[in-house]
Nanobody, 118 residues
Framework: VQLQASGGGLVQPGGSLRLSCAAS????????MGWFRQAPGKEREFAAT????????SYADSVLGRFTISRDIAKKTVDLQMYSLRPEDTADYYC????????????WGQGTQVTVSS
């Protein structure tokens, strides 16, 4: 599975931004997709995931209520709508896919940078 992320940029605190990730290749093998982020000097962390067929979502406490993950099976995309952005949301955001038979997210897209600053 190949992943292509887009939609990052500079936004003011309190603003909104939408990230999108397009999947290609063996998308029939996708079990779940997710968004992870890595802030400068920190380790990569989980932000949100969604199961591909059932649409069951999971969020990190730090983004719960502010971020919404969604997927479009026909378009093979997964989006992350981010509201009420804070400076601490500044990070490189990565989309990832977990496929059947795998216990981890092993397919990764390139990062897209999100900067929250006034």
């Amino acid at each position: 599975v190949q992943l292509q992320a887009s939609g990052g940029g500079l936004v003011q605190p309190g603003g909104s931004l939408r990230l999108s990730c397009a999947a290609s290749g063996r998308t029939d093998r996708i079990l779940a997709m997710g968004w992870f982020r890595q802030a400068p000097g920190k380790e990569r962390e989980f932000a949100a995931t969604i199961t591909w067929n059932g649409g069951v979502t999971s969020y990190a406490d730090s983004v719960l209520g502010r971020f919404t993950i969604s997927r479009d099976i026909a378009k093979k995309t997964v989006d992350l709508q981010m509201y009420s952005l804070r400076p601490e949301d500044t990070a490189d955001y990565y989309c990832a896919a977990r496929t059947y038979g795998r216990s981890r997210f092993e397919s990764w897209g390139q990062g897209t940078q999100v900067t929250v600053s006034s």
